[in-house]
């Protein structure tokens, strides 16, 4: 089983739809948990960053954490267009000194 | 302020030749981080820098691939005798001491 598991998709879907992505893991020590999103041929850019369980808002965007089930995401609200990209979920265990552990990413598609 | 500057975006080399790719961190950033993205894979971490020093090389896939970071800022991942699985995009992330890390737009190498 790997450390962080995320549905490659694509998802696809009109624009104005709220999109839900997730990840599961299987490591109880991850503590501070990231969802990235990288346009294609570009390099990921921070999105949410969420440090234990909880919710966390940030315009459209909402990112959930449930460390009892091991289960984290990411919420977009009235989607657009440029949403379309690919989000990576990304986490570790302590907060510094140390490597994210990513998941393989989920392709979104935005249509007008 | 700058992000995180690789260079060069793009390298197209033969198998065999050796090849340097640079990546200069946000100024004042400690940790510094490569990770490798091939095609429909997620990121592989390579190697974490702490000031000038590596405390984590775990994630070199071979003694071809080397890295060094000098002055607590400039890195330099060097791969020699390079073969097509080493086909990717490379991309480097800096970070202030927070799990969030903050990457480049990434070097894309081809060997043919």
């Known amino acids: 089983q790997k450390e962080v598991e995320q549905d490659p998709g694509p998802l696809s879907v009109p624009e104005g739809a709220i999109v839900s992505l997730n990840c599961t893991y299987s490591n109880s020590a991850f503590q501070y948990f990231m969802w990235y999103r990288q346009y294609s041929r570009k390099g990921p850019e921070l999105l949410m960053y969420t440090y234990s369980s909880g919710n966390k808002e940030d315009g459209r965007f909402t990112a959930q954490v449930d460390k009892s089930s091991k289960y984290i995401s990411l919420f977009i609200r009235d989607s657009q267009p440029s949403d379309s990209a690919t989000y990576l979920c990304?986490?570790?265990?302590?907060?510094?000194?140390?490597?994210?552990?990513f998941g393989k990413g989920t392709t979104l598609s935005v249509s007008s | 302020g700058a992000g995180v500057s690789q260079s060069p975006s793009n390298k197209v080399t033969e198998k065999g030749k050796d090849v340097e790719l640079r990546c200069d961190p946000i100024s004042g950033h400690t940790a510094l981080y490569w990770y490798r993205q091939s095609l429909g894979q997620g990121l592989e971490f390579l190697i974490y820098f702490q000031g000038n020093s590596a405390p984590d090389k775990s994630g070199l896939p071979s003694d071809r691939f080397s890295a060094e970071r000098t002055g607590g800022s400039v890195s330099t991942l060097t791969i020699q005798r390079t073969q097509q699985e080493d086909s990717a995009v490379y991309l480097c992330a800096s970070s202030p001491d927070t799990p969030e890390a903050f990457f480049g737009q990434g070097t894309r190498l081809t060997v043919v």
């Open positions: 990304a986490m570790s265990a302590i907060q510094a000194g140390t490597a994210l552990i």
